[in-house]
């Protein structure tokens, strides 16, 4: 090969684009300092603001009295640690999480559906809906637990999906009393 005049610089500026991008990969990444939580100001747009601190629970409906929405919130936080555990198990294919917390989804206990005579009670407050998805959603948790027992992939996919649907319906269900 021919020496000209640009090959010796350009090897060169290689080698140093390497050399540097190989000490950055090796550096050990600064820790991140908490930063103290802030509401977002008015004038930030509502997608900025969402970056800095993402919702961990959902909203009031208005249709709910608090000692209602109290005690619901109490289950929900239990089944919400479970939904981020089956989330990080199936995502991350680690079929024991993903097996475990979708066997304690289908296996926590079910708000019952109104007794007849029972219209002043808490759970008569909610729609019949509610109730409908509640089933669904332990059937389709059981679902994901034996994709996850079986380790199928696809089916483990495909069965996570249509629990995170029924999540989601009966969420808007809750916020919106349909």
Known sequence: MKNTPLRIPLVLVGFLSAGFSF???AAEPEPQKAAPSKKPKADKPKA????????SSLGKPDYLPEQARSLLRQKMERHGQDA???MYGVTLLQY?????????????PRIIRPLPGGEADLNALLPERFFVLQDE?????????????????????????????????CHSTYLNHR
């Open 48 to 55: 900025e603001a969402a970056k800095e601190s993402p919702p």
């Open 137 to 169: 959603a332990r059937l389709r948790a059981r679902a994901v637990s034996e994709a996850a027992e079986k380790r199928d992939d696809k089916a483990l996919a495909e069965s996570y999906g249509r629990l995170v649907e029924t999540c989601v319906a």
């Open 23 to 25: 000490h950055a990969l």
């Open 84 to 86: 981020r555990d089956l």
């Open 96 to 108: 024991d999480v993903a097996r475990a917390a979708a066997k304690h989804i289908s296996a926590e």
